[in-house]
């Protein structure tokens, strides 16, 4: 039997056991054995003898739950193994660096943060160099990959930061800067292409096909997320969503264009708006009072933050007009100006759009993951062609308990 077809046997051992890993990897809650046989279209017996061959490679547990045991049938969990494949996912912002062990399933571990003295190149990756290499020394579980979200426009052929406009840097080998172990899979992206991922998978947007996301704090980026992969374009550039040109004034913005939709909506605009002085280190601070000041009563803040949001959804209305999103989900301070004014988001968002759309608009809101998402995004990005292949993700074989059926895909 073995020297009949041994490729293909192989290859469809590979391919039910990459089908099921990504189940129980993408599930929201610990699947059962019944769940992953519903989710796979597969028996029962098939199932057990999947979960048996991915907990022999020590990438899940299998064990009984009570949730059926008044029925008198016991049911098992499938759980992502607390010592399984690691990756380590690291945040280089604006503020700050973090950090996160992630492991199947997006489970996010020690997640540590170290304050930014100033946006010196040396100085920044040299902290996340210096964080990186002690994690992977530190780390319990084997680390299968380094997932890198930063704030700029990364070239994917390249794995460049092209251009970072906050941290004032270009053409930038970060990669290269961090001095990885060599061999060590590495993914880059841009943290809105990221958090938007992370949302789509794991957060609001889970089971929409055509999401929406949109992050703003200084400047509003994001990303059209299609069946769960972001739209990155042709070299990784999409979803620059704030250089629209939907500003009312001609201002130049620091993207080399003028009149973009971020210089009337994000963190700054709102400060000058309510006619709060700034500075780059202040402004998330000052914009949340403004808003805080807002809901306490302040008519000049109220103002601001009305005029603002109106912005916001009139944008949000013309992007629906082209993108035509099942939801659209927004992050940070575009969640921030939707939790303070909602109607004005949504009427404007209305009114902004066709009439076609009107008498059914997408759902406007807030993303669930927030502040996570581009470290679980970053993880997500390795583990997303990683668990293509169970057997390599541990370096182990499995005893092959599974039977060979084609599984309906
Ligand atoms: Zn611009």
């Known amino acids: 039997m073995g020297s009949v077809m041994p490729s293909t046997a192989t290859d469809l051992r590979q391919a039910n056991l990459t089908r099921a890993l990504r189940a129980i990897h993408t599930a929201e809650a610990d699947l059962t054995r019944a769940q992953l046989a519903r989710e796979l279209t597969c028996t029962r017996a098939t199932a057990a003898a999947l979960a048996a061959d991915l907990q022999d490679l020590g990438l899940i547990t299998v064990s009984e739950t009570e949730l059926t045991r008044r029925r008198g049938r016991p049911s098992t969990r499938l759980t992502p193994a607390a010592t399984g494949p690691a990756v380590i996912a690291v945040e280089i912002g604006v503020t700050c660096v973090r950090l996160a062990t992630v492991g199947l399933g997006g489970r996010l571990s020690a997640v540590e943060s170290t304050a930014l003295q100033n946006h010196d190149v040396d100085h920044v990756l040299g902290l996340a160099r210096d964080m990186l290499r002690e994690r992977l020394r530190s780390t319990p579980q084997p680390c299968v990959g380094v997932g890198i979200a930063v704030h700029g426009l990364v070239d994917q052929l390249s794995m460049t930061l092209v251009s970072a406009p906050n941290l004032g840097w270009d053409d930038t080998d970060v990669v290269a800067q961090l001095d990885l172990p060599p061999g060590l899979p590495v993914r880059m992206d841009n943290v809105a292409h990221l958090s938007a991922l992370a949302e789509s998978s794991r957060g609001r947007g889970r089971g929409f096909a055509t999401v929406l996301?949109?992050?703003?704090?200084?400047?509003?980026?994001?990303?059209?997320?299609?069946?769960?992969?972001?739209?990155?374009?042709?070299?990784?550039?999409?979803?620059?969503?704030?250089?629209?040109?939907?500003?009312?004034?001609?201002?130049?913005?620091?993207?080399?264009?003028?009149?973009?939709?971020?210089?009337?909506?994000?963190?700054?605009?709102?400060?000058?708006?309510?006619?709060?002085?700034?500075?780059?280190?202040?402004?998330?601070?000052?914009?949340?009072?403004?808003?805080?000041?807002?809901?306490?009563?302040?008519?000049?803040?109220?103002?601001?933050?009305?005029?603002?949001?109106?912005?916001?959804?009139?944008?949000?209305?013309?992007?629906?007009?082209?993108?035509?999103?099942?939801?659209?989900?927004?992050?940070?301070?575009?969640?921030?100006?939707?939790?303070?004014?909602?109607?004005?988001?949504?009427?404007?968002?209305?009114?902004?759009?066709?009439?076609?759309?009107?008498?059914?608009?997408?759902?406007?809101?807030?993303?669930?993951?927030?502040?996570?998402?581009?470290?679980?995004?970053?993880?997500?990005?390795?583990?997303?062609?990683?668990?293509?292949?169970?057997?390599?993700?541990?370096?182990?074989?499995?005893?092959?308990?599974?039977?060979?059926?084609?599984?309906?895909?």
């Open 213 to 409: 996301y949109l992050h703003a704090a200084v400047g509003l980026g994001g990303a059209l997320v299609l069946d769960g992969h972001p739209v990155r374009g042709r070299r990784g550039f999409a979803g620059e969503f704030g250089h629209l040109p939907l500003g009312r004034s001609e201002q130049p913005c620091r993207c080399g264009g003028w009149g973009c939709w971020e210089l009337d909506v994000d963190q700054p605009a709102l400060a000058r708006a309510a006619g709060r002085p700034y500075t780059a280190r202040t402004v998330a601070t000052v914009a949340r009072k403004v808003l805080a000041d807002s809901t306490r009563g302040d008519q000049e803040a109220r103002s601001a933050v009305d005029q603002v949001s109106a912005l916001l959804g009139r944008g949000i209305g013309a992007l629906i007009n082209v993108h035509d999103p099942d939801l659209v989900v927004l992050a940070c301070h575009a969640a921030d100006l939707l939790a303070s004014s909602p109607q004005i988001v949504v009427e404007q968002a209305r009114r902004g759009s066709m009439s076609a759309h009107r008498p059914a608009l997408p759902p406007i809101e807030p993303a669930a993951l927030d502040a996570d998402g581009a470290l679980v995004g970053a993880a997500d990005s390795l583990f997303d062609f990683l668990v293509e292949s169970p057997t390599a993700l541990t370096g182990r074989t499995a005893a092959s308990a599974a039977p060979l059926d084609r599984l309906p895909s």
